[in-house]
């Protein structure tokens, strides 16, 4: 008895949740093109939101599919975000001729020369893409080759990020220390005043959300996406199936790295800014704690996460930022006691699993 | 006749531990081979061995007298036709049965394959729950299961460790059955197993270790009868 099978792209779109999520991102798409009641903030803070999610999406392929947590996905995120900071200085430069701070406060006379290729916009795209590939590359092969894994692999990504913060902190490392990179003059020689560039880079944030969104999900449903939750069941049974799990566990882990790289390429020009802090520790956990709040192993999971949790962040940030880690720590709690599964679980509940901790923990759901 | 498992002077410790002391056997092809002995006498760490999971310190595992196995990856010797189903079952819980069954197959999604999977999972009676996830299936369907998974690459080798273990009478039954139907002419199967009947039932050969050596080797029925394997294991 073999089920009838549908088209790749039907099938993508079985899960309600997520068809939901695609056609919200389309909707977002769709109302900062043509809406121009939207202002300018609005629409600022929609492009961030997708580059939050899609940065989510990249964490729940690795920890949601194959189980593999990284608490250090800022660092992806922050390769994308430099690459996208030294870009806009060097375009910057070329339009307007003004000198960006970054040169006085590192005591140069001009930008170092070899930042001059990334004034190329595809070339800096390449870069984002080549070195994130590269440092995922050589950590995760270094990391899954020993198979160290779990709470371990965790930590060690933690401290990778933290290394890498200290080290962004430096003058000497040559990327503006503490103060970073800021003073952005123009975008693809655009002044960023001009109306119109803050829809441009939120929708080019939701186009690459959804296309990531759905190229993943079709990745997902197929073999790939089965040998990664059986990797994440269990992984030696898998090996003593014929299987080089380290290929899989790689493969994903680029990917993840890369996609998390892309979201701080278009996170950076949105905010105008780009220094050692996203490199900070909390921020990567946050990433964590947007997919654990929207429920991992199904990407709309990641979307909601990110989405709801940035934008009662945002919110706050207007008016009682001091609550914000409060606000947070609550959200975390609540959701862990009453939908360990996250935000997806919001249909299977009932008023009686309160009174039965881990009644939502059926060994069906995705874990 | 080939040989398709040849052990020879295995040793394997862990820290100063020797779970396996220069142990030597030889099973053949056709043969089921039930491997018994009390706690801690090794059988496990034999099959671990075997399969690639821990290393040898010294001796050397001849499969099918050409490859040695001590030095391989544990994928490479489940592709040389190398497989085993573990103690606990281990099924990926996530996946419908069918998947599971796919894996166990490897890369080919044709006609061909598609046949194999809906004969093996008739084999082990699961064809009725293919579309279920594995987590949802009871203990004994999950051991059956993960069998499938194994058999369905047709291994040359077949190793089970503890297949009844948690079984009700008659799912050991059935299980007796189904491991006399996966024997066959080309086929080595072992089996690691403390439920005696059940050895007697399968076994044409049984292996009795103790602390890491061959004690006995011979039939279920002199096994029996023999004082030392009373005195260390069935008399207990």
Known sequence: MIAPKKAYLARALDDRVFSGVAAATLLAFAAVALWPGLSGYRVNIVGQLACFALLAV?????????????????????????VAGMHLLEQSVATTGITPDIVQFMGWTA???????????????????????????????????????????????????????????????????????????????????????????????????GL??????????????????????????????????????????????????????????????????????????????WCAIGGRGRLAGAVIGAVVVNAIKFSLSATLPELWPFVLSALVILVALIFPNGLLDIGRWRPAMLTRPGALQPKDAPS | MTVAVLVEGLTVEFGRFRAIDDLSLAIDY???????????????????????????????????????????????????????????????????????VEIGLGGANDAGSKEKVAAILETVGLSDHADRLASELAHGQKQWLEIAM????????????????????????????LVRRLRTPGRAIVVVEHDMDFVEAIADRVTVLHEGRTLFEGSMARARADARVVDVYLGR
């Not at chain 1, 990249?58 to 430099?82: K, N, P, Q, T």
């Not at chain 1, 996609?259 to 956990?285: F, H």
């Not at chain 2, 690459?153 to 039954?173: R, Y």
């Open chain 2, 30 to 100: 056709g043969e089921v081979r039930a491997v018994i002995g009390p706690n801690g006498a090794g059988k496990t760490t034999l099959l671990d061995v075997v399969s690639g999971v821990s290393r040898a310190k010294s001796g050397r595992i001849l499969f099918d007298e050409r490859l040695e196995l001590t030095r391989r990856s544990e994928a490479a010797i489940a592709r040389s036709g190398v497989r085993r189903k573990f103690q606990k079952p281990s099924v990926f819980e996530a996946l419908s049965v069918r998947d599971n």
């Open chain 1, 58 to 82: 990249a964490l729940d392929l690795i920890w949601g599919y194959a189980g593999i947590l990284s608490l250090g996905h800022g660092l992806f995120f922050a390769i994308g975000g430099y």
């Open chain 1, 212 to 289: 990531t969104l759905v190229g993943c999900r079709l990745l997902m449903i197929g073999r790939f996406g089965r040998l990664l939750v059986a990797t994440r069941d269990d992984e030696t049974r898998l090996r003593s199936l014929g299987y080089e799990t380290l290929r899989l566990k790689l493969a994903v882990w680029c990917l993840s790295a890369v996609i998390a790289a892309i979201a701080g390429l278009l996170y950076v020009p949105q905010v105008g800014i780009i220094n050692p802090r996203v490199l900070s520790p909390e921020l990567s956990l946050e990433i964590a704690v």
């Open chain 2, 150 to 177: 194994v058999v369905v690459s047709e291994p040359k080798v077949l190793m089970l460790d503890e297949p009844v273990a948690g079984l009700t009478d008659e799912e050991t039954e059935r299980t007796a059955a």
């Open chain 1, 111 to 209: 930008l170092p020369n070899w930042w001059g290729p990334l004034g190329s916009f595809s070339i800096a795209l390449l870069a984002a893409v080549a070195v994130s590939f590269a440092a995922s590359f050589a950590f995760g092969w270094v990391s899954f080759r020993s198979r160290v894994g779990g709470v371990y692999f965790a930590i060690i990504t933690q401290a990778l990020v933290y290394v890498a913060m200290l080290l962004m902190f430096r003058n000497d490392t040559g990327f503006g220390g503490n103060n970073g990179m800021t003073g952005f003059q123009t975008i693809f020689g655009v002044p960023f005043q001009t109306p119109g560039v803050a829809e441009g880079l939120a929708l080019a944030s939701l186009g690459a959300l």
